[in-house]
């Protein structure tokens, strides 16, 4: 059998650079040599004259960069153009799951609960900055959770306990998009549900939830990536009857947007009441990243993880090769 010829894509021009890089290194780290010709690829401006001629070559991109420009169906595009297989959602779903407003918005639509929200523009906030903040103490109150619409690992999220403290917090959001969305401060426990499709069928199936216990305020970026800062239990320590709502409603919320060969939904436990926050399109792979641990719960080392996301990929792309055997089928 010949090696496929596989790109990781890293890097990137968002904040979220250096978790790209750590992700993609951990990914080219990982992919079976018997199996793949590794390609690593790290993007440092778009205008590269190489970086086409290089995608243009592969088997298969690996995409392993997080947020604009990676994340929100810029580069999937760009490969649909090329022509070239990629791993993960496409363009539209991509472009949903990182604009948290649209995606708020088809949940509801499906009757998946939600946090109580609103979201408000640059140029509304510059207009009428008293008008937000009137309506953000009526509507949501205190304390409230404030981020930007289209970022990823909590950059720019500000927890607000005080009033006074509203319109920094809008500040800093807005430092990072256009668009912010501010939410009501849930009391409960933090999950989050990893998917993955079966590469023979397509079916999206649910990992084994991750229960999220930060040490710090709320799962910040520093939490996220600091081995240490946060208590990551797996499985989750829920009933048995809300862990499997939960797991549904992560599969619902994952086909609502259209998403394809493996996502993780963030939600949160309030009693029995299941909110969904968002889904990630290409959950972090790093060492403390959530994806891994829960496959490796359901039974699926790291490198039959890699392997199960790209053979979905190439199943429907037309390329599918048997590169996977029977270590990808989740408690396999």
């Keep these: 059998m010949n090696r496929l010829r596989v790109a990781v894509l890293m890097g990137g021009t968002s904040a979220e650079r250096e978790v790209s890089l750590q992700s993609g290194r951990n990914i080219v780290a990982a992919l079976d040599p018997e199996k793949y010709t590794v390609v ?19 088997d298969l991109v690996f995409i392993a960069l997080h947020g604009p420009y990676g994340e929100d169906g810029t580069v ?22 990182m604009d948290k407003i649209r995606s708020r918005q088809l949940f509801q639509w499906y009757g998946i609960p939600v946090p109580r929200s609103i979201s408000s523009h640059e140029e509304e906030w510059k207009r009428a900055p008293q008008a937000l903040l009137d309506q953000v103490a009526s509507a ?17 999220v500000s927890i607000v306990h005080d ?28 999950i989050t549900c990893g998917i ?48 499997a709502r939960a797991q549904e409603t992560a599969v ?9 060969d493996l996502g993780r939904v963030d939600m949160f436990l309030r009693g029995e009441e299941v909110l969904v926050l968002e889904v990630n399109t290409i959950p972090g792979m790093t060492r403390t990243s959530l994806l891994p641990q829960a496959a490796k719960a359901a039974g699926m080392d790291f490198p039959a993880l890699l392997d199960r996301v790209v053979q979905s990929a190439l199943r429907r792309s037309g390329r599918g090769r048997q590169v996977l055997g029977n270590r990808g089928r989740i408690g396999g």
Excluded at 40 to 58: F, I, M, N, R
Excluded at 252 to 260: F, I, T
């Design 163 to 190: 009033p006074s403290d509203l319109s920094r917090a809008l500040a800093v959001a807005f430092r990072y998009s256009r668009a912010v969305l501010v939410e009501e401060r849930i009391a409960g426990t933090e």
């Design 252 to 260: 619902r919320a994952y086909l609502a947007l259209g998403c394809r």
């Design 40 to 58: 690593p690829v790290e993007v440092t401006q778009w205008g590269e004259s190489d970086l086409l001629e290089t995608l243009a070559g592969v």
């Design 196 to 243: 993955l499709d079966d590469p023979q069928t397509g079916r999206p199936e649910a990992l084994p939830l991750v229960e999220i216990v930060p040490k710090r305020e709320f799962f910040d970026y520093e939490a996220k990536y600091t081995p240490g800062a946060t208590e990551e239990i797996c499985p989750a320590r829920i009933p048995p009857h809300l862990a």
């Design 76 to 97: 999937q595009g760009l490969l649909e153009l090329l022509g070239v297989p990629y791993t993960g959602s496409g363009v539209l779903a991509s472009a949903l799951a």
């Design 140 to 156: 949501i109150g205190f304390p409230c959770v404030v981020k930007p619409a289209d970022q990823g690992s909590s950059i720019g």
